[in-house]
T-cell receptor
Framework: EAQVTQNPRYLITVTGKKLTVTCSQN?????MSWYRQDPGLGLRQIYY???????DKGDVPEGYKVSRKEKRNFPLILESPSPNQTSLYFC???????????????FGPGTRLTVL | KNEVEQSPQNLTAQEGEFITINCSYS?????LHWLQQHPGGGIVSLFM???GKKKHGRLIATINIQEKHSSLHITASHPRDSAVYIC????????????FGTGTSLTVIP
């Protein structure tokens, strides 16, 4: 089944304890992206990757790191989480967004992170 | 400053009604994406469009590039259409970044 998977789905952690949220897709998609969703602010883009070894900052990259060593995986790393990073995180992938036609994004199920 | 504005923010309709959700944006775009977020939180892609009109079942999406406006229409609405509908744009001059509206919460009453 074609899908985007994220792990963990729920995580409660404490300030400063490094964590990684994994994202994997099995559709051979080039484009992958991380978003966070907060009440009243909607979805905001954190980082995205057009292909292996190519990553770019989105709107809200501060406090996050990403890497794209393999096409299928795009982990999100919080080196020193803080309470303002408490949010619902979505990973998404798309076949290609480099030029027309622009392909739709497929979203993972979300990871609800609480930083105490 | 919001690059993407949606209206209305909340919408309640009777089953069977024709529904329109609007999305206006202020930046030049290469594509616009309509998404549906279910009450459980999952996000599903509805349409990606760069021009004109697309139709899938009871859903129709239109875009007017000159007016920087898109509409999502739902014909013969049903309670299962109750969800949050989100508009996102891919900026033409901002790399491959996406900007999102804050969503329209739709409730369809039987």
């Amino acid at each position: 089944e074609a899908q985007v998977t994220q792990n963990p789905r729920y995580l409660i952690t404490v300030t400063g304890k490094k964590l990684t949220v994994t994202c994997s897709q099995n559709m051979n998609h080039e484009y992958m992206s991380w978003y966070r969703q907060d009440p009243g602010l909607g979805l905001r883009q954190i980082y995205y990757s057009m292909n292996v070894e190519v990553t770019d900052k989105g709107d809200v990259p501060e406090g996050y790191k990403v890497s794209r060593k393999e096409k299928r995986n795009f982990p999100l790393i919080l080196e020193s989480p803080s309470p303002n990073q408490t949010s619902l995180y979505f990973c998404a992938s798309s076949l290609s967004l480099g030029g027309p036609p622009y392909n739709e994004q497929f979203f993972g199920p979300g990871t609800r992170l609480t930083v105490l | 400053k919001n690059e993407v504005e949606q209206s209305p923010q909340n919408l309640t309709a009777q089953e069977g009604e024709f529904i329109t959700i609007n999305c206006s944006y202020s930046v030049g775009i290469s594509a616009l994406h309509w998404l549906q977020q279910h009450p459980g939180g999952g996000i599903v892609s509805l349409f990606m469009l760069s021009s004109g009109k697309k139709k899938h079942g009871r859903l129709i999406a239109t875009i007017n590039i000159q007016e920087k406006h898109s509409s999502l229409h739902i014909t013969a609405s049903h309670p299962r259409d109750s969800a949050v509908y989100i508009c996102a744009v891919k900026g033409r001059h901002t790399g491959n970044q996406f900007y999102f509206g804050t969503g329209t919460s739709l409730t369809v009453i039987p």
